[in-house]
């Protein structure tokens, strides 16, 4: 019998959602495949079903700039690309305004929010009313999430998971470094996600997550076009787990998600 | 595709890792599960313990052909190091083709004054170094200064972080053609066919890191990535292969 990772070695293993991206380049290092057109050409040689991002224009710039960016991007390519609505809560005055006019759009199916990168705790005061939003309408949030405290670590998301729990959580980086913190809140908490970027190739590490937290409790993302999807595809599918615990991780835990999420906006 | 992984480690640490590998069968294990056929091996002892016991260690290696011994020194001006000769003479003695230095963690620096006879020999015998790029202490500043001190000197970059390398290993690639980066951490989407583009694959080298990091990351980042099936193989097993029969001894 031909095992996943075979078959993604030889071309097409499963379908693959990539729930982390962004779009465009960083000041950081180049990327070859920043742009939107590279992107969706890297999603087919990759055998991506979807991504959803959030661009460093967003992150990095004017926010507001880089949402109409992300709306672009998803109405181009409508069920291939979806979008976060990304809010920094350095203007707090925008908040409300922008996530008006993107969260009831079909392709924008969750908030996006960087903590450490715009210097504000994840329970901060100008995060409140994003909080209040996505919890009232159970949207997705992608929330980056490093280490154990500081602002967006383990111990602070805990403390957001405990108090807006309707929200889908996705701790973006699982809490890189405090991992045991990460998967306990998503053992804990039914709607906590330990969403996979660049806490994916530590040896041993999604083994520790399918026993503890459950796989269905675990979303692949890969920050692209900074990294390779391919390499995340590798750590699950060379890991010692089951198919069914790989086909949950690189497919259909992120398809359910979104089907929720999409259903919901419809309505 | 065979693989042939430049950094892999076994042995007890002082800090757990997720998954441990302890001992030379599960090292095999893991490198069967992945399909690598063979692997540069250092112990984690060499590291975390003490260079001269983890050297030490890999003695129960040497009837196991799959394992290729490196050798970790530091400063042969250090009591526990009877002289540069003396260092290569146990490398040859060890049938290690391959060095190893964390000068960072073992206080002291891999330069001229403190390592130039070692590094003159490793020279002299084309002996691969690998060193972990955060084994520098200024890093980056560090490695040039290395290799403008010793162009010809074979070294193997590790480690060298999940982002950000380019434009700073570019240049060292284009100047030094015995300066190597290992894959680790070479992971930005698009980067390994860039490079194969720009430099050819000859400085490219498979290596995971195991047990800290999966092979199977760069495995199947490098099974589908858009390269010609001659570069692949270079990387994969072509280019350590190579260096390692081009040491003289």
């Avoid at chain 1, 075979?6 to 070859?32: K, Y």
């Amino acid at each position: 019998m031909v095992t996943l990772r075979e078959r993604f070695l030889a071309g097409s293993g499963c379908p693959v959602i990539d729930t982390h991206c962004h779009l465009g380049p960083f000041c950081g290092f180049h990327m070859p495949e920043a742009s939107l057109e590279s992107m969706v050409a890297g999603m087919e040689r990759r055998g991506l079903e979807s991504i959803v991002l959030s661009p460093h224009s967003a992150l990095c710039g004017d926010t507001r700039e880089g949402n109409r960016e992300m709306l672009d991007a998803v109405e181009r390519y409508p069920g291939r690309v979806y979008g976060y609505c990304t809010l920094n809560p350095n203007f707090p005055e925008d908040i409300d305004g922008e996530m008006d006019a993107y969260l009831d759009h079909p392709g924008v199916v969750g908030i996006k929010i960087h903590p450490a990168m715009h210097a504000h705790p994840v329970d901060g005061p100008n995060y409140e009313p994003v909080w209040r939003r996505a919890n009232e309408r159970e949207l997705m949030l992608l929330c980056h999430t490093w280490g154990k405290s500081g602002g967006c670590g383990a111990i602070d998301m805990r403390s957001v998971a405990e108090k807006y729990p309707q929200v889908r959580l996705l701790l973006g980086h699982s809490c890189h470094g405090a991992w045991e913190g990460a998967i306990a809140i998503a053992r804990d908490f039914p709607n906590v996600y330990l969403e996979l970027t660049a806490s994916d190739y530590f040896y041993g590490m999604l083994e520790w997550m399918c026993r503890d937290a459950g796989s269905e409790k675990v979303v692949y993302g890969t920050d692209y076009p900074w990294f390779d999807p391919n390499s995340t595809i590798g750590c699950v599918t060379y890991a010692h787990i089951s198919e069914d615990d790989m086909q949950n991780i690189l497919y259909r835990n992120a398809r359910r998600l979104l089907d929720e999420q999409l259903a919901s906006t419809k309505d | 595709m065979k693989l042939f992984d430049c950094d892999v480690s076994y042995g007890r640490g002082c800090v757990a890792l997720p998954k441990e590998i302890e001992t030379p069968a599960c090292l095999l294990a893991e490198m069967d599960h992945c399909g690598i056929s063979e692997a540069l091996v250092w112990h984690r002892d060499a590291f975390e313990r003490d260079f001269a016991s983890g050297n030490c260690r890999l003695d129960e290696l040497r009837d196991t052909p799959r394992f290729h011994l490196t050798r970790t020194f530091v400063p042969a001006e250090s009591p526990e190091v009877p002289s540069a000769e003396g260092f290569i003479d146990a490398m040859r003695t060890a049938g290690a083709r391959a060095a190893r230095a964390f000068p960072a963690h073992h206080c002291f620096l891999l330069n001229r004054v403190a390592c130039g006879s070692i590094l003159e020999l490793l020279v002299a015998h084309s002996v691969p170094l690998l060193v972990p790029l955060n084994e520098f202490p200024r890093q980056w500043i560090d490695v040039y200064e290395l290799l403008e001190n010793f162009p010809t000197l074979t070294l193997i970059l590790t480690f060298t972080g999940p982002w950000g390398q380019d434009r700073y290993c570019r240049p060292l690639m284009r100047k030094y053609e015995r300066f190597y980066i290992a894959t680790h951490q070479l992971k930005t989407a698009g980067q390994l066919e860039g490079l194969v583009n720009d430099f050819g694959p000859h400085q490219i080298l498979f290596g995971s890191g195991l047990p800290r990091y999966y092979p199977g990351a760069f495995i199947m980042a490098l099974a589908r990535a858009d390269i010609p099936s001659a570069a692949r193989d270079a990387i994969a097993h072509g280019n350590i292969e190579r260096l390692l029969s081009e040491v003289t001894w």
